[in-house]
């Protein structure tokens, strides 16, 4: 166990539906990261919150929507998904120092398909 | 900016045998590099990094890295494949100056023949 934890594994939802990643980590760090795993393709960074303030979204479509109610805790609520949304999100935490290495710990995914 | 490559899809390796899985990089200053292992169904784990010092680094189950400064390589390796060992793995590397976050690269397989 990483100390990263994804609720849930997996995930079917139609295109109208709404629902909710939720990501805890137990580690005490300070920064977290939403990521999507599709087939043949780089890792994509979503989202990264530090000290509860995003600092960093890849141009994600609004139909994604993080949440970072502490340094603890990260949400990714999902609205009007498409099928190509269908993958693998993953969920990182790291201890955000400056000039630090940010070694990132890795929940085990929520594997997401939209019908 | 900062980039990482992996060259090949995929590395297939007899058990026993040594194992190497190649990872070059861009940055324009110093780097942080990583190799994580992803097991199918799970989620990215921590293999090993290199920071400064040493270029061999030494990390979990046996595996090391090179680091290569004149070659911008970082490549993993094993002296002895186990079957367990077959797996999703990615480089990744930080500029040590800059201000973006990690990037990784695109991942190889790794198959263990038996």
């Given at each position: 166990?990483t100390?990263v934890?994804?609720t849930p594994?997996?995930?079917v939802?139609?295109m109208?539906?709404?629902?909710?990643?939720?990501?805890e980590q137990h580690?005490?760090?300070?920064?977290?990261y939403?990521?999507?795993?599709?087939?043949k393709k780089p890792?994509?960074l979503?989202?990264?919150y530090s000290l509860?303030?995003?600092v960093?979204n890849?141009?994600?479509p609004?139909?994604?929507?993080?949440?970072c109610?502490?340094?603890s805790?990260?949400?990714?609520?999902?609205h009007?998904?498409?099928?190509e949304?269908?993958a693998?999100?993953?969920c990182?935490?790291?201890?955000?120092?400056t000039?630090?290495t940010?070694?990132q710990y890795?929940?085990p995914?929520?594997?997401?398909t939209?019908? | 900016a900062?980039?990482?490559?992996q060259?090949e899809d995929?590395v297939n390796?007899?058990?026993g045998?040594?194992?190497?899985?190649?990872?070059?990089?861009s940055v324009?200053?110093n780097?942080y590099?990583f190799?994580?292992v992803?097991?199918?169904?799970r989620g990215?784990?921590?293999?090993l990094k290199?920071?400064?010092g040493?270029n061999?680094?030494?990390g979990?189950y046996?595996?090391?890295a090179?680091?290569?400064?004149?070659?911008?390589?970082?490549?993993l390796?094993k002296p002895?494949a186990l079957?367990s060992?077959?797996?999703?793995?990615?480089c990744?590397?930080?500029?040590?100056?800059?201000?973006?976050?990690v990037?990784?690269?695109t991942?190889t397989?790794?198959?263990v023949?038996?």
């Amino acid at each position: 166990e990483t100390g990263v934890t994804q609720t849930p594994r997996h995930l079917v939802m139609g295109m109208t539906n709404k629902k909710s990643l939720k990501c805890e980590q137990h580690l005490g760090h300070n920064a977290m990261y939403w990521y999507k795993q599709s087939a043949k393709k780089p890792l994509e960074l979503m989202f990264v919150y530090s000290l509860e303030e995003r600092v960093e979204n890849n141009s994600v479509p609004s139909r994604f929507s993080p949440e970072c109610p502490n340094s603890s805790h990260l949400f990714l609520h999902l609205h009007t998904l498409q099928p190509e949304d269908s993958a693998l999100y993953l969920c990182a935490s790291s201890q955000d120092t400056t000039g630090g290495t940010d070694t990132q710990y890795f929940g085990p995914g929520t594997r997401l398909t939209v019908l | 900016a900062q980039s990482v490559a992996q060259p090949e899809d995929q590395v297939n390796v007899a058990e026993g045998n040594p194992l190497t899985v190649k990872c070059t990089y861009s940055v324009s200053g110093n780097p942080y590099l990583f190799w994580y292992v992803q097991y199918p169904n799970r989620g990215l784990q921590f293999l090993l990094k290199y920071i400064t010092g040493d270029n061999l680094v030494k990390g979990s189950y046996g595996f090391e890295a090179e680091f290569n400064k004149s070659q911008t390589s970082f490549h993993l390796k094993k002296p002895s494949a186990l079957v367990s060992d077959s797996a999703l793995y990615f480089c990744a590397v930080r500029d040590i100056g800059g201000y973006q976050k990690v990037t990784f690269g695109t991942g190889t397989k790794l198959q263990v023949i038996p």
